[in-house]
């Protein structure tokens, strides 16, 4: 298994992403360590260890679904993130909940997939390197009869050292840019896309394959650089080499075992009349159809079946509207630990603009820097947009972070409109004009309504 990060490295690497909120960060940051440390112990004990399943709340725009953007990267298991309305949108109803499963054992594929065909590289290399040279200098005919066995020896030998001079200028890359017809399969189904009926997938019916299985496989030439040739060979010779019994074996234990699942937007899943009628019924439904999968059942994928009993799920919400307690008590059950998340600050939102590796002040630097230009923020400048963002956030709606988005947009669109004039090469972003920019905005209630 992969080098697996401890809790106080996990958090100094969401750190980099995300300002304050170090209880969410903490916590999530426990929970994956211990999918780790279950594999550890000993097995009979292992079964009986079940994740902590972790509720994130907190208001709009603080961060929730960054740290689960972040986790992902980190979790170095299969990790999927699904908002739970979408299983209330019209034609979801009812159905494909347990689709999250399906896909995460898809990624989960992927992911060992890509592991393997990293450790068969060099390998798929050298193959390919051969299949290359075969095009490039096809080997000649040998006779076999008597009369013509000298002039095949010197054939041969004069073969062999054309092709070893041939292999040192491929390898040198002088032959990159050559074109040379390469067969390629044609996997492209010739019929329109084929939408396979509900039920169909977890059959493990795949109509895709089926039918492609059923045609003929047709090859293809066609003409490429040397170079993309290389690549192409070298893909096929790696799925050659790898067995994908073995990789969807593995992919299946990972999911089982490690698996991590991050439900977005549960609150909107929640029903606040408690009535379970009117449209709220399908919330309520939806709620019914993720209790088994979190409590733990048996998946059917294209793959095999997949156990739930241990994957790790971590659900999140602003719950506006709604509370916690709104959900049904099982599920609730099933989500033990709950973490709420910090409104955030203007002293956060300080931060936020300078430090993460994303930074807004970050990111419009990129921007002009393609226009040959340079930006600088002055301190004063970025409090001055911090102050500004919480004090709407305060007599206005409540975005948190997003707030900052909508007023940088406003401060720079000038900037970014009057780009690139030649004469301009570096701008400065004082206090003054951060000032001079947004004030009358903010002042004015109607503007401040529409741009802000
Ligand atoms: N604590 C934070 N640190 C750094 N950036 C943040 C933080 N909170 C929010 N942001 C920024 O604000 C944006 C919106 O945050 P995010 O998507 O995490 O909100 P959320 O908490 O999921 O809100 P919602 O309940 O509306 O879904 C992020 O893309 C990020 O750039
Ligand atoms: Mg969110």
């Known amino acids: 298994m992969k080098e697996q990060l401890t809790p106080k490295q996990i958090v100094a690497e969401l750190d980099k992403y995300i300002i304050g909120q170090e209880n969410a960060k903490k916590m999530v940051a426990i929970a994956l360590r211990n999918r780790w440390r279950r594999q550890a112990v000993a097995d009979d004990i292992r079964q ?30 299969p990790f999927i993130k699904v908002e739970a309305s979408k299983f209330t949108e019209v034609g979801y109803v009812g159905r494909d909940v347990e689709s999250m499963i399906r896909d995460l054992v898809e990624l989960s594929v992927q992911m060992v997939r890509k592991e393997k065909t990293e450790t068969v590289k060099e390998k798929a290399a050298d193959l390919a390197e051969e299949r290359v040279l075969e095009i490039l200098l096809p080997r ?49 189904f010739p019929v329109v896309e084929i939408f396979s009926p509900q039920g169909m997938e977890e059959l493990g019916v795949n109509f895709q394959e089926m039918f492609s299985g059923m045609m003929p496989k047709k090859k293809k030439v066609r003409k490429v650089t040397v170079d993309e040739a290389k690549k192409i060979l070298e893909q096929e010779e790696a799925a050659k080499l790898i067995d994908m019994d073995e990789v969807i074996a593995e992919a299946m234990e990972r999911v089982e075992d490690s698996g991590i699942v991050f439900i977005d937007e549960i609150d909107k899943i929640a029903d606040a009349s ?85 930074a807004l002040t970050k990111q ?89």
């Open 274 to 358: 408690g009535s379970g009628q009117g449209p709220d019924v399908s919330r309520e439904g939806v709620q019914r159809d993720i209790l088994p999968i979190v409590e733990g059942s048996s998946v059917n994928t294209k793959y095999g079946m997949v156990k739930t009993d241990h994957v790790l799920f971590i659900a999140a919400g602003a719950f506006h509207a709604t509370k916690p307690s709104d959900l049904i008590p099982e599920l609730q059950g099933r989500f033990p630990i709950r973490v709420e998340l910090d409104s955030l600050t203007a002293g956060d939102f300080e931060r936020i603009l300078k430090e993460p590796k994303n």
């Open 48 to 77: 009986e260890i079940m994740p902590n399943n972790i509720i994130l709340i907190g208001p709009t725009g603080v961060g929730k679904t960054e740290i689960a953007r972040r986790l992902a990267n980190l979790a170095g298991a």
């Open 140 to 188: 000649p005919r040998i006779h076999k009869s008597r009369e013509t066995q000298t002039s095949d020896d010197e054939a041969e030998e004069k073969y062999q050292r054309t092709l070893a001079k041939l292999r040192e200028q491929l390898r040198n890359g002088y032959l990159d840019s050559r074109s040379i017809e390469l067969e390629v399969p044609s996997n492209r």
């Open 364 to 452: 419009y630097s990129a921007l002009l820097e393609t226009e040959n230009v340079t930006v600088t923020f002055d301190d004063a400048a970025i409090k001055e947009v911090s102050r500004m963002a919480a004090q709407i956030n305060e007599s206005a709606e409540n975005i948190g972070a997003r707030r900052l988005q909508t007023l940088m947009t406003s401060l720079l669109e000038e900037v970014m409109f009057d780009l690139p004039n030649g004469k301009m090469k570096r701008i400065r972003i004082t206090k003054t004009k951060v000032q001079n920019t947004l004030k009358g905005i903010i002042e004015d209630e109607d503007l401040r309504k529409y741009i802000l």
